[in-house]
């Protein structure tokens, strides 16, 4: 059972003491709870969407603006395509697209297969958003690591140069599901500093001892978690964020939408009850529509 006391829905920033390695950790439950049972994915499809929305919250809380981060990936496997879609006011949502037979026949042999096995040959994506005024800022590497960590990893490599090492976390307690994340970053040496590969090193090896359990471990605080791996260096949290389950579909935004089909095709949307359904696939609520609400004003 939950403790109370540990904090869930929380991202927080760290910085090792004195050394050149700065990180981020996450921690999901009540919120990837909600966003995973807003729809029937099988375990191995909750399991990669949950990875996705950890990974969007420990990329996403860097930003410095408001905006979004959007964790996609699109392959030609049984999961054809995966979105984690984070806000910098804490919100969260994630949506998974795939073949249900396929998933099963990818499931075969393994006992949760990851990236690779479940999407195929294909690509990952990153995308910061800083609103309408802004434009959007896009990083695609092929999906090649077989885990949605690697993906993220071999990300940071290309696209922004960064080394950068991840682990993510998805797991149930008590039928209920948690995710955690946990990302370290290396500050490149400069001048002033000199060489700090060999303190990225160490940090490495630290970060290697991290296990998925202590990730999802409902008794364990971030805090103490990473007291339990940098103690002897010594860290310094700061900037923590509440997460949240949060979709932006609402009645307004689906007739939008659906003011901008044709009149014709409107009216082969029409359900026997005379209204138009449709369902979020983000959160899976369902909104009624009455056609005339479509027309324009006379």
């Known amino acids: 059972m939950s403790n109370p006391s540990v904090p869930d829905d929380l991202v927080g920033a760290f910085q090792i003491e004195g050394e050149p390695v700065r990180g981020r ?8 709870d909600e966003i995973l049972r807003g729809h029937d994915y099988p375990e191995p499809v909750a399991n990669l969407l949950g990875e996705a929305c950890a990974l969007a919250a420990l990329v996403g809380s860097n930003l410095k603006f408001d905006g979004r981060l959007i964790v996609e990936a699109r392959g030609s496997g049984a999961v054809r395509y995966l979105v984690a879609d984070y806000d910098t006011s804490g919100g969260l949502r994630g949506y998974c697209r795939f073949d249900a037979e396929e998933v099963a026949a990818a499931s075969t042999g393994f006992q949760r297969p990851g990236a690779r096995s479940l999407l195929g040959e294909g690509v990952f994506i990153m995308t910061v958003d800083q609103g309408a005024d802004m434009d959007r800022y896009q990083g695609i590497t092929a999906i090649e690591g077989e885990t949605l960590a690697l993906c993220a990893e071999q990300y940071f490599a290309q696209s922004e140069q960064t080394p950068t090492r991840v682990r993510l976390a998805v797991g149930q307690e008590d039928g209920k599901w948690r995710a955690g994340g946990f990302l370290i970053q290396y500050i490149a040496e400069d001048e002033s500093r000199g060489s700090t590969l060999e ?34 260096d010594g860290v310094r949290v700061f900037g923590s964020k509440m997460l949240r ?29 005379g209204k138009i359904h449709v369902t979020c696939e983000y959160c899976s609520r369902v909104y009624a529509v009455e056609p005339a609400s479509l027309e324009p004003a006379a």
């Open 25 to 32: 950790v996450a921690r999901l439950g009540p919120a990837i």
């Open 199 to 232: 303190a990225w090193e160490r940090t490495q090896a630290l970060f290697e001892t991290l296990g998925e359990d202590e990730l999802l471990d409902v008794e364990l605080n971030s805090n103490t978690l990473l007291w339990r791996l940098f103690h002897e």
């Open 245 to 273: 389950a949060f979709c932006r579909c609402s009645q307004d935004r689906i007739e939008t939408v659906l003011k901008s089909f044709p009149a014709e095709d409107r009216e082969g949307m029409v359900e026997p009850d």
